[in-house]
């Protein structure tokens, strides 16, 4: 074979490897440019991981990134690079959310932000605040998530003039949504001197509290964490007084047993 023929044979070659290395390049670069356009057309957006209900309080492992598959992004959805999951720890959730589904921006209350109290009233129940001093509330002992009946105390002035204190249980069970402006998502410590505390309680709950303060002086008798395990829901029955019941007052630093007759 002659050297010219042997030269032409050697370029054919090189120049067909040459073909084939810039064909396998191009493809790769186009398969690897594919695959990062597929993901940046799958943002993740914010997700519930488990049942998340009404008034439930976001905490780490509540929610998740999750890939979102839909052509558009609504407004109302929590986009990753936008917001952290820990902008969003200690939130009070709105509504009832399935796992995996979207978390809305507009169902989640930030402690401190407007409405969160409403998020902490279970449904069918109404929120109501009465003023209180030192001394009726178990001198600030009370705080939010402690369940209290709510005791009536008046003096009666006999005919003879003989005056003598009369007192009466006008709604038992009921549940402490908040001391002054803190609920049980935001206080650390009872606070000396409370002046409202805003209870959850039922309609007819509400009518006999708002007639007892016309009736005389408000005093909240705490129940005990074993009570208040046990009665599953605040408000179990707003009643008067039964025929006999022994209920622990305290007033400041003073701890009294009424008996109810």
Do not use: C
């Not at 003023?131 to 008046?154: C, E, F, M, N, R």
């Not at 003598?164 to 709604?171: D, M, R, Y």
């Not at 001391?179 to 409370?194: C, G, I």
Request: charged share 25%; net charge neutral.
């Amino acid at each position: 074979m002659r050297v010219r023929d042997i030269i032409g044979l050697i370029l054919a070659l090189a120049l067909a490897m040459g073909v084939a290395f810039l064909t396998r390049y191009f493809l790769t670069k186009e398969d690897k440019q594919g695959v990062q356009q597929a993901k940046t057309t799958l943002p993740k957006i914010l997700a519930a991981n488990k049942i998340l209900n009404q008034g439930d309080k976001i905490s780490a492992g509540d929610l998740t990134w999750q890939e979102w598959h839909g052509a558009t992004i609504s407004s109302n959805y929590i986009k990753e690079g936008t917001s952290k999951i820990e902008d969003w720890l200690g939130a009070i959730v709105r509504a009832h959310f399935d796992k995996d589904e979207p978390i809305l921006i507009s169902e989640l209350i930030k402690p401190g932000d407007k409405g969160i109290l409403a998020a902490l009233v279970s449904p069918g129940k109404r929120a109501i605040s009465i003023d209180v001093t030192a001394q009726s509330a178990s001198s600030g002992l009370i705080v939010p998530g402690d369940y209290v009946d709510v005791v009536v105390s008046k003096s009666i002035t006999s005919s003879g003039g003989v005056q003598s204190g009369q007192s009466k249980i006008v709604a038992k069970n009921i549940k402490v949504l908040a001391v002054d402006v803190e609920t049980a998502d935001m206080h650390e410590k009872p606070k000396a001197v409370p002046k409202v505390v805003t209870l959850e309680v039922s309609s007819s709950e509400a009518e006999l509290i708002t007639a007892a303060t016309k009736e005389g002086t408000l005093s909240l008798s705490l129940h005990s964490i074993e009570q208040a395990e046990n009665s599953g829901v605040s408000g179990e029955k707003a009643v008067h007084v039964p025929t006999h019941e022994v209920v622990t007052l305290i007033r400041g630093k003073e701890k009294t047993e009424v008996d109810f007759k």
